[in-house]
């Protein structure tokens, strides 16, 4: 069983920053591409950022520029540094991991964290 937890969502003022955090937890062996997602209010969810397991990252163009995907791999962790943080960015983000642990390869998902970006 794996398992991820995201933190440091919260209440942001425009042009501000937040860094999330995405950890997995459980039988691991490997984690390839890790994600992160959003859901603004009456929105599809859609993919803000990605990173390989080698380091490439894949950015919307919405927020390339702005946002930075990391990753720690030694702690099974994926940051997103968000800067310059607009109104249009609150939603609810979720991190996404492509893992393999016992017998397959599986995709597993965070619990979201709210971002609000308001005056």
């Known amino acids: 069983q794996v398992q991820l937890v995201e933190s440091g969502g919260g209440l942001v003022q425009p042009g501000g920053s937040l860094r999330l955090s995405c950890t997995a937890s459980g039988t691991i062996f490997s984690i390839n591409a890790m994600n992160w997602y959003r859901q603004g209010p009456g929105k599809q969810r859609e993919l803000v950022a990605d990173?390989?397991?080698?380091?490439?990252?894949n950015y919307a163009d919405s927020v390339k520029g702005r946002f930075i995907i990391s990753r720690d791999n030694a702690k099974n962790t994926v940051h997103l540094q968000m800067n310059s943080l607009k109104p249009e960015d609150t939603a609810v983000y979720y991190c996404?991991?492509?893992?393999?642990?016992?017998?397959?390869?599986?995709?597993?998902w965070g619990q979201g964290t709210q971002v609000t970006v308001s005056s």
């Open positions: 990173i390989t397991s080698g380091g490439r990252t």
């Open positions: 996404n991991f492509n893992v393999w642990t016992v017998g397959r390869e599986s995709d597993y």
